[in-house]
């Protein structure tokens, strides 16, 4: 199935559960150890034109790091095709099989509010269509995929010549995804098609930007709160595609930390950033310092090139 490459590819994205410059505070911490410093900076997948470039603060940043660090990088087609066909089913089996009928009904008649045909979700998982959806929502609330952070960030890596490294890769991400159980599927599938229906998703969308605009890793987790609340089988997500990834993740950052090779800038997605299992206090529990850095005045377009480190108070 052609779709299936590119479903994944947003599903790299969306596996972790957004920039204006007039608040107080940028989604953006600075680790230090005595040997070196990263900065964790946490996106959002989907975005707006008017966005980039990003808070001076963040651009300096990425600016002074010796590498882009992401969860997996997206832009690695060969990567990204060779686990593009666990996301579906071979047929004659189908997504239609694998959910109740009255789900698979809701199902269709979500379709039409984001032009979708049936034919291109037929053979999806359920994962996988449900997060279509939510894309799509993203989508029709003005939010582009083609826009989001990470993407921003790996193609400006690539034009600067900077090296790209993984927290996980596409190979883990694709085995997480595909770890799900019936049970598991069936409940995300239900509890997405309802989010989307009753309109919890469009609040969880908009309350993601808004913290993400003004900094607010505590609003942050209250959005999660409120929608694992009341969607089924979300709360059970988050705990295996965000809090559980976060020892690995902390490991392999605390070794960047304790090496000499310069600054690594970490774009991972803002909820991986918040909250006591969050990496940010996992890493000030490991000892070191860590401190989310003020907005900085955006740079005059003609003097980019200008202009200090990004400070962290």
Request: no cysteine; aromatic share 8%; proline share 5%.
């Amino acid at each position: 199935m052609k779709p299936r490459a590119a479903v994944l590819r947003i599903l790299v994205l969306l596996a972790a559960f957004a920039a204006a410059p007039a608040f107080a505070q940028n989604f953006l911490w600075r680790v230090d150890s005595l040997a070196n410093h990263v900065w964790l900076f946490g996106t959002i997948h989907a975005g707006k034109a008017e966005w980039y470039p990003l808070p001076t603060a963040v651009e300096e940043a990425f600016d002074d790091s010796a590498a882009l660090a992401v969860e997996a990088d997206i832009t690695d087609k060969a990567e990204m095709d060779k686990y593009a066909t666990a996301m579906a089913f071979t047929p004659p089996d189908s997504l239609r099989n694998h959910v109740p009928p009255e789900d698979y009904e809701r199902l269709l008649g979500l379709l039409p509010r984001y032009g979708i045909p049936e034919a291109q979700v037929r053979e999806m998982k359920p994962f996988i269509a449900a997060s279509l959806l939510v894309l799509a929502e993203w989508t029709r609330l003005g939010y582009l995929p083609q826009l989001g952070m990470d993407a921003y960030l790996l193609e400006r890596a690539k034009s600067d010549r900077k090296p790209i490294v993984e927290l996980e890769g596409v190979a883990a991400q694709a085995k997480l995804m595909d770890s799900l159980t019936a049970q598991e599927s069936k409940d995300i599938f239900e509890g997405t098609l309802t989010a989307l229906e009753q309109g919890l998703a469009d609040r969880q969308i908009e309350g993601m930007v808004h913290a993400w605009q003004v900094g607010d890793a505590k609003e942050m987790l209250e959005v999660a709160r409120r929608y694992d609340e009341k969607v089924k089988g979300a709360e059970r997500f988050e705990e295996k595609f965000v809090w559980s990834r976060h020892p690995a993740m902390v490991d392999k950052i605390a070794a960047w930390l304790g090496d000499a090779k310069g600054p690594r800038f970490v774009a991972v997605g803002a909820l991986h950033l918040v909250g006591p299992r969050g990496l940010v206090e996992m890493l000030r529990e490991r000892g070191y310092i860590v401190k989310q850095v003020f907005v900085a005045p955006r740079r005059e377009k003609n003097n980019d090139a200008e202009g200090g480190r990004a400070a962290a108070r």
